[in-house]
């Protein structure tokens, strides 16, 4: 579940901007694809701007004419061009996608050339050299600023300086790519009713036919289907090669440059390896910290997946009356539901039958509005008249207000379902950024939530797996992060914070949905309104931890393959042995000849180098949920202490100051142990 951002407005973008944020999607610009107008129109008037401020003479330099003034440009830029490229995940029609691709092209070198410009760094310094008294938001832009400044490469020679900036261009190129061609991989897999066995009928129902056959797709609703439902193991395999084979061999060649290519760019900075610059400006700092977070964990885990492994073992040999049989990755998810039926009386598709995905989304809408003192208002009919575009039918737009003010706090839009050519994961984009500097006006945030749960059908809605209702869940924190930020400066916008930290408001999120007591609010049957039976919700939460430790070790696969891909100094990177490799290291499962995971691992763009995030935000994430468990999930008093220490923050303080502000404590590591199901003794 990835966290997005649509431009790249802040100075740290400007160099190597394929780490700065999220990636861009999109193939590289041809010569006839034209830059859709308004974009131009906002790029000329955001260099006028830069033009203004390099303009100012030395000796009458202040905060608001320099430093101000570049987050002020660099945010109605944002504002005058993010929609128009977010258009490249999700239009429908494809000259729109690609000229949304050309313009992010265009930004995001604009982006480049801006961290390289001389004489804007000049005014900057000289503003930095009149040692100016500053406290709070601007003091910690002058700090950033400056050492982005450092880190786009301002201190090298002139000839180093062009090399660099020549490797960000064909990063940027490359990472457009390396994404499109997971975007666009339109994988089928053709399978007889035989094969498909236990697959349930709304899945086979909404599978494209040729003949007698089912040409399975790798969309997250068909593909996680087949891996939990198909009773043959032989479909289960080929599918799961089928899904590890996307972005193919191109996407390796791709990667490998990228690679080599992070590996200079570090090189020139200074850096020992790529990791220790991604990770510089975050909690982290360097590799070895990385590394020692890791190596604590990794033998802690194995204890819980050892267990994991033992109990699915069992089930698959009672299963197949084979004592000798083995667990393999495409097993995985089949067995856990045999187990979660048999031991704890789960049964996931009885399960979504009381999480319509209206009843979802009105439950944490009621959930978050007790919680953070909000209203959500649907504008979507009136979105044309807000100046807002509406790209499908399935889109969705709200207005967020806070109770007490009567003030509106941003806009949301929401676009939940699969289509053709559509971002294919879950994911929030920051669209706008909340900025009150440019006085009296102040502009509101805009996210967007994109997620792919399963269609509604004539006969039936869209019932959502729990483990969807999670993602939901998830992404809804990354949108509330954005849309309750209350800054100053756009820098430090709502989700502006260290990477590492990014994911533990929406990680935390999910606990909600793991919850007796909110579950019981909205989880109810989708043609009786009964709310979810004690028996079943009793072993939904007693199987919570099943196979905890497993899934924990394959985020550490991904953490783990990614920190082995560049700690390399040289980038010189035979990714498919290493991805092999560190499977082997890192799972119970044996390495599946034919595959190539990296190729369809869209973090490698946007989060490479620091993958570790996901797990490392997890245990502030939990640490930050205990204080809710002791004074209640749905507590107001809780929730609204919550969002003024973390949440209207954004990325104005450092984060680990504000953790210890929200504990009143250092952090500890015992909720997120406990969270896993894991502990020193397991």
Known sequence: MKFQRSLKFALAAAMLVAAAFAPAFGTPRSEDTKIPPAVAAALKKAEAGIDWIVAVPDSKRNFDNTLG?????????????????????????????????????????????????????????????????????????????????????????????????????????LSIEFDQNIAEDETKVACTAEELKGLPEDVLNRTPRSGDLYLVGMDAPTYGA???????????????????????????????????????????????????????TRMAKNSETIRKFYDDLIPIVKKKADKDEEELVAVKRKHTGDPNAVLNVWDYTYYKGVLLKEKYAVDSEKVQEYFPLEAVVNGIFDITSKLYGIEYRDVTSKASELGMPIWHADVKLYEVWDKKTGKMLGRLYTDLFPREAKYNHAACWGLQPREEASSPEVHLPLAALVCNFTKPTADKPSLLPHDEVETFFHE?????????????????SGTAVARDFVEAPSQMMENWVWNREVLKTFAKHYKTGEPIPDDLLDGMLAARNVGSGIETEFQLFLGEMDQAFHTVPSGDVDTTKVMYDVFEKTLPYKRVPGTFYQAAFG????????????????????DMWQRFEELGVLNPEAGQYYREKILAKGGTEDEMDMLRDYLGREPKVDAFLKHLGLSGNN
């Open 69 to 173: 003034a570049l987050d002020r440009v660099l945010a109605r830029l944002d504002r005058e061009t993010s929609l128009t490229l977010f258009m490249q995940f999700v239009s429908t029609d494809p000259a729109e996608r690609d000229a949304a691709r050309a313009a992010d092209e265009e930004v995001s070198n604009w982006s480049i050339a801006l961290g390289k410009n001389e004489d804007l760094y000049k005014a900057v310094k000289a503003y930095a050299a009149t040692n100016p008294k500053l406290e709070g938001e601007e003091k910690r832009l002058l700090e950033h600023t400056l050492r982005d400044y450092r880190r786009a490469g301002m201190d090298l020679t002139p000839e180093k300086r062009k090399r660099l900036q020549e490797i960000e261009v064909e990063l940027n190129k």
């Open 226 to 280: 087949a891996q939990e439902f198909c009773e043959n193991e032989a479909t289960r395999h080929k599918l799961y090669i089928a899904h590890k084979r996307r972005g193919g061999t191109r996407n390796i060649r791709i990667l490998e440059k990228l690679i080599k290519l992070r590996a200079e760019a570090a090189q020139l900075l200074g850096y020992k390896n790529r990791v220790d610059y991604e990770v510089e």
């Open 476 to 492: 809804f924190g990354h949108g509330l992060h954005n849309i309750l930020t209350h800054v100053k400066y756009a820098s430090f």
């Open 603 to 622: 973090h490698l763009t946007g989060y490479q180098g620091a993958y570790y995030g996901y797990l490392w935000s997890l245990v502030y994430a939990q």
